[in-house]
T-cell receptor, first 115, second 116 residues
């Protein structure tokens, strides 16, 4: 069965520290897509990144980086030199080929960046 | 800017009194979704439209209905809101088509519904 696990319910760090948010997924499909979304306190969900199952290249976007490892079924998200504005709930999600547009969501990790 | 707009931002209704939430989009996406999100939980998909085709999730209560009169607009109707329906309701859109499951969903700001 498909599943997304974000084991870290809440993480609190001091500004400028690096922080990694973990995401582990389960799927039987060979073609699937992984997403990260950010939900700041204001409530809107913001798309951050998508990865497909055939592309294991790591991605870097400014202070954000993503590490996709099929061998461990993980798609972890690292924020370097964290800032207060990074405080939000971060969701990892999985979409399988042929899933009729349904996303399987992780429970989310609440990230608190203290000044 | 192309976007997904939800109105109102906050909605208060009485127990049992029908309420309608609205969503519009300028992205011209053919798939529109409604999610319910309760505090400290992930969004829960209620239903989605692929063009005019309505797709209801198996566990979505009958109390929740939806209408999509055209590509740009989608409505969520709650026929008889109960206290348990108090939540954030999120509308999202994405491009659809054969093999388009990889398209990201774009969300509105949400409507926070309170039940008195």
């Amino acid at each position: 069965a498909q599943k997304v696990t974000q084991a870290q319910t809440e993480i609190s760090v001091v500004e400028k520290e690096d922080v990694t948010l973990d995401c582990v997924y389960e799927t039987r499909d060979t073609t699937y897509y992984l997403f990260w979304y950010k939900q700041p306190p204001s409530g809107e969900l913001v798309f951050l990144i998508r990865r497909n199952s055939f592309d294991e290249q790591n991605e870097i976007s400014g202070r954000y980086s993503w590490n996709f490892q099929k061998s461990t079924s993980s798609f972890n998200f690292t924020i370097t030199a964290s800032q207060v504005v990074d405080s939000a709930v971060y969701f990892c999600a999985l979409s399988e080929e042929g899933s009729n547009y349904q996303l399987i969501w992780g429970a989310g990790t609440k990230l608190i960046i203290k000044p | 800017d192309a976007m997904v707009i939800q109105n109102p931002r906050y909605q208060v209704t009485q127990f049992g009194k029908p309420v309608t939430l609205s969503c519009s989009q300028t992205l011209n996406h053919n798939v529109m979704y409604w999610y319910q999100q309760k505090s400290s939980q992930a969004p829960k998909l209620l239903f989605h439209y692929y063009d005019k085709d309505f797709n209801n999730e198996a566990d979505t209560p009958d109390n929740f209905q939806s209408r999509r009169p055209n590509t740009s607009f989608c409505f969520l109707d709650i026929r008889s809101p109960g206290l348990g329906d108090a939540a954030m309701y999120l509308c999202a859109t994405s491009r659809g088509g054969v093999g388009q499951n990889y398209q990201p969903q774009h969300f509105g700001d949400g409507t926070r519904l309170s039940i008195l």
